[in-house]
């Protein structure tokens, strides 16, 4: 499998976004490859976007998110849950994606332990359960996606036909009206992963 290099991530944000649905997110962890093909996605866009951790300007938090694109931007919500984003567009403008959703393919065993044996459309379908499936923390935070020695990349994965691809507005965010209402999240039509 061939590894997404720099140049695909940066791009248009809403290109890159639609462009990762049907790719394989690798984590590596133990020795072991937890994989899963990209079935949701969010994109979040500049300082304008009041739904995005930017539209305060940069912080200490959402530094990542300036930096170069092909990183992992890993947060904590809630004071509990991880979030992976991965950072695209061009260095200083903070435009990042959230991967809201994975149809596991490899080290489903070991997925399954993580997430305490709930049953396997269970383990990926949502940011915060596809991180603790596969052990995606603050840690990660940074990484760069395009490194050969990388423990998260992304991996050339499976076509998605224009047909099979919804577009709808984002998850609980918050905002004005158009943060609101942008259709800034791209699915898989019937895929039984995407989150609820």
Same mark, same amino acid.
């Given at each position: ?51 995005? @951790? ?14 170069? %694109? ?10 509990? @849950? @991880? &979030? ?19 149809? %596991?393919?490899?080290?489903? %065993? ?18 915060? +359960?596809? &991180? ?13 996606? &395009?490194?050969?020695?990388? %423990? ?32 800034? +999240? ?11």
């Amino acid at each position: 499998m061939s590894r997404l290099q720099r140049d695909f991530f940066a791009r248009d944000t809403l290109t890159v976004a639609r462009e990762l649905l049907g790719q394989r997110l690798v984590r590596i962890l133990e020795d072991m490859r937890l994989s899963g093909y990209i079935v949701e996605v969010e994109a979040y866009i500049g300082e304008d976007d009041q739904a995005s @951790h930017a539209h305060p300007g940069r912080t200490a938090r959402n530094a990542t998110m300036y930096g170069p %694109p092909g990183h992992a931007y890993v947060y904590l919500i809630y004071g509990m @849950h @991880h &979030c992976l984003n991965i950072v695209t567009d061009r260095e200083g403008y903070p435009a990042a994606i959230l991967i809201r959703a994975l149809e %596991p393919v490899e080290g489903i %065993p070991l997925m399954e332990r993580q997430r305490g044996h709930r049953p396997i459309t269970q383990l990926t379908n949502g940011p915060a +359960r596809l &991180c603790q499936a596969l052990a995606i923390d603050r840690r990660l935070d940074g990484v760069d996606l &395009c490194t050969p020695d990388a %423990p998260l990349f992304i991996e050339r994965g499976i076509f998605v036909p224009d047909e099979k691809v919804v577009t709808g507005p984002r998850v609980g965010v918050r905002g004005d009206e158009t943060a609101l209402t942008v259709p800034w +999240r791209f699915y898989i039509r019937d895929n039984s992963y995407v989150s609820r």
